[in-house]
């Protein structure tokens, strides 16, 4: 199974790495780091990573993974990235996205008509792509498989593995890699966070994109 993850500037580095470290351990999968050109790519925390492969080395794969990007408006804009998207959707079995990855599926018309989900600040951003906003965790519509923010990404992983390899493989590797969550607080999510988190998180998040 070919798994091509999107390599981009300024993306989340746990948008990647979270499905990423869950994807290896699936038997049999070929792991492919594509992005415009080869070479490394600077995260929004500094960490590069190394894009193995162009863009249109990899005109296929099974699964596509797009991370976000605290401002994903460049890659949304680029052209050369979403005819790449256009193209692979239309042979992969699943194409999925972590955070504001959706947005960048979006930007490339693959959204039209579909339950998605993404950054809880960005939630309404998905109706101007002719997306459903929807505030879970993890969305299935079809073969477009959408993550919420960041750590959710491996909660995606997890679930698309139950789907295509089957409940045990993804139990095994969820122990494998000790995934337990036990958050010291329960504020990771709107639904739990109290009026002064939201508030502080939102500005904390703006001080980023503005940095």
Request: hydrophobic share 45%.
């Amino acid at each position: 199974m070919d798994i091509a993850f999107l390599l981009y500037e300024n993306m989340t580095s746990l948008d990647l790495i979270g499905p990423y470290q869950v994807f290896t351990l699936v038997p049999g999968a070929r792991i492919h780091l594509v992005a415009t050109e080869v070479g490394p790519v600077r995260t929004d925390t500094g960490i590069r990573m190394y894009a193995e492969r162009r863009l249109e080395e990899v005109p296929r794969a099974d699964i596509v993974v797009v991370p976000g990007s605290p401002d994903p408006s460049k890659t949304m804009g680029d052209e050369r990235v979403l005819a790449w998207l256009r193209n692979v959707d239309a042979g992969s079995k699943w194409t999925t996205s972590v955070c504001t990855g959706s947005l960048i599926l979006g930007a490339a018309g693959l959204l039209k008509g579909k339950r998605a989900t993404t950054h809880w600040m960005m939630t309404e951003m998905l109706k101007d792509f002719g997306a459903t906003p929807v505030a879970e965790r993890v969305v299935f519509d079809g073969k477009l498989v959408a993550a919420a923010g960041v750590s959710a990404g491996i909660d995606m992983a997890l679930s698309l593995v139950a789907r295509e390899f089957g409940d045990l493989l993804s139990q095994t590797i969820q122990l494998g890699i000790e995934y337990d969550p036990a958050p010291p607080f329960s504020t990771g999510s709107l639904r739990s966070a109290p009026p002064e988190v939201i508030e502080a998180s939102r500005k904390l998040l703006q001080q980023v994109l503005l940095s």
